[in-house]
């Protein structure tokens, strides 16, 4: 079985910077996309926003807000996956979740994929930021 443990999170000051990491034990998630998702305050478990997403092929996708802030990337070796958050904004503050999506999927479909009603295959405990303006 496949678990997946968040690090990273922590309290901020707006424009300050944070870098989240995903361990993923047990199976490796090669060749399956996977993404960062976030859960605000006030917000239902349905309203999860996908945040940045890296593909099958290796493609990576964002959300509208927080391009050019953030960065998603996969250290294969270490079978981890990582969230670099840069010029962190009060809005950012969330419960970030580390997501296995699945096999054969794009970055743009894996960040959406709640939307698109994709079956996520794991789902991490999630890690709390908090961006103090």
């Known amino acids: 079985a496949q678990e997946l443990v968040e690090s990273g999170g922590g309290s901020v000051q707006a424009g300050g910077s944070l870098r989240l990491s995903c361990a993923a034990s047990?199976?490796?998630?090669?060749?399956?996309?996977m993404a960062w998702f976030r859960q605000a305050p006030g917000k239902k478990l349905e309203e999860r926003e996908g945040?940045?997403?890296?593909?099958?092929?290796?493609?990576?996708s964002y959300a509208d807000s927080v391009k050019g802030r953030f960065t998603v990337s996969r250290d294969s070796a270490e079978n981890t996956l990582n969230l670099q958050m840069d010029n962190l904004k009060s809005e950012d503050t969330a419960m970030y979740y580390c997501?296995?999506?699945?096999?054969?999927?794009?970055?743009?479909?894996?960040?959406?994929?709640?939307?698109?009603?994709?079956?996520?295959?794991?789902w991490g405990q999630g890690t709390q930021v908090f961006v103090a303006s």
């Open positions: 997501v296995v999506v699945g096999p054969r999927l794009s970055a743009i479909r894996a960040l959406h994929a709640l939307s698109l009603g994709i079956p996520f295959a794991h």
């Open positions: 047990g199976d490796t998630y090669s060749g399956q996309a």
């Open positions: 945040v940045a997403a890296i593909g099958s092929d290796g493609s990576t």
